[in-house]
C-alpha cells in the first residue's frame, strides 16, 4: 500500500492532524540514535526516527509500528508511532508538535487563551527554546519549551526516559528567566491515550526531576497536554492534564 508522509490537519475538531496511508511493521532493534530497523512486508527496512529518548519499553523486537515512506534520504521509512498497552504511543515528535499548534490556533487550549505563537526556536539565554508566545494585546510574551513524554509508568506519563543535559538547560534557561520576574512555561506533550497525570521520572534523569521542582517554585508553568493517534488521525485528549511535581 503506498502512503503519504504528510500528515493533513482538518477543520473537524475529530483530529488535529490526520496521518492517511500509513503502512504497519515490526520492530526488529535500533540501530542509533536516529535509524530503527524494522520487518516490512517481509523485508528489513531501515526507518528514521526523531525521538531521541531511550523508548525500551517501546523498541521492542516483534512489536507492531507505523511508518511513512519518506522521499530521499538515507531510510526508506520514517518511523512515527509504535503499538502499546492501549493503543498507539505517537513518538514522532514533529507529529506531536504540529498537533499541539494545531490545538492553539483552534483555541482548544485553554490556558494558553488569548496568547499566539509569534515565533518558532527563539533564542534565550545559552537555549534555543520551542516557542515565543505574545499576548493579543502585544503588551507580554511567554517563552515555552515542550517535551515529549511518551513512557507509560501506569497511568502516569513521564519525561525523561534517559538522563538529558539538553532537558536540564532549557529547564534552568527557564528558571533563570522565572527569576527575572519573566513568563515560562514547560509543556508535556503525553503521546498516548489514557494518562491521568503528568509527573517526571527521576530514575530516567534525578536531575531533571529535582529542576522541575525547583522550577514550579520560581514560578515556571508547568503544564501537559494528552493526545494520542488512534490509527487514523492526533485526536486532543485532555488540554490540561495534570502535572504532579513533588
Known amino acids: 500500500m ?18 492517511p496511508d500509513y503502512v504497519e511493521c515490526a520492530i ?14 517481509g523485508r528489513t527496512e531501515h526507518a528514521h526516527i526523531n525521538n531521541t529518548g531511550r523508548l525500551l519499553e517501546l523498541l521492542v523486537e516483534g512489536r507492531k509500528a507505523a511508518c511513512l515512506p519518506t522521499r530521499g534520504g538515507k531510510t526508506a521509512y520514517r518511523l512515527f508511532a509504535i503499538d502499546e498497552k492501549a493503543g498507539w504511543a505517537l513518538i514522532d515528535t514533529q507529529f506531536q508538535m504540529r498537533a499541539f499548534e494545531q490545538a492553539v490556533e483552534q483555541g482548544r487550549i485553554p490556558w494558553l487563551s488569548g496568547w499566539r505563537i509569534q515565533r518558532r526556536n527563539p533564542r534565550l539565554g545559552e537555549s534555543v527554546l520551542d516557542y515565543l508566545f505574545r499576548d493579543e494585546k502585544g503588551s507580554d510574551e511567554l517563552y515555552m519549551e515542550v517535551k515529549s513524554a511518551v513512557l507509560r509508568n501506569g497511568s502516569y506519563a513521564m519525561y525523561p526516559d534517559c538522563p538529558t543535559l539538553r532537558g536540564q538547560r532549557h529547564i534552568r534557561t527557564l528558571i533563570d528567566h522565572a527569576r527575572r520576574g519573566q513568563r515560562g512555561t514547560i509543556c508535556f506533550l503525553a503521546a498516548f491515550k489514557g494518562p491521568i497525570a503528568f509527573c517526571p521520572y527521576a530514575t530516567g534523569d534525578p536531575v531533571v526531576a529535582a529542576l ?24 486532543l485528549d485532555n488540554p490540561d492534564l495534570s502535572v504532579k511535581v513533588p
Open 212 to 235: 522541575l521542582e525547583e522550577a514550579r517554585g520560581q514560578g515556571v508553568g508547568l503544564r501537559a497536554v494528552s493526545l494520542h493517534f488512534d490509527g487514523k488521525g492526533i485526536r
Open 28 to 41: 526488529r532493534r535500533r540501530l542509533n540514535r536516529f535509524v530503527v530497523e524494522v520487518y516490512l512486508s
Open 2 to 19: 503506498m502512503a503519504s508522509n504528510e500528515a493533513r490537519g482538518t477543520k473537524h475538531e475529530e483530529y488535529l492532524l490526520t496521518i
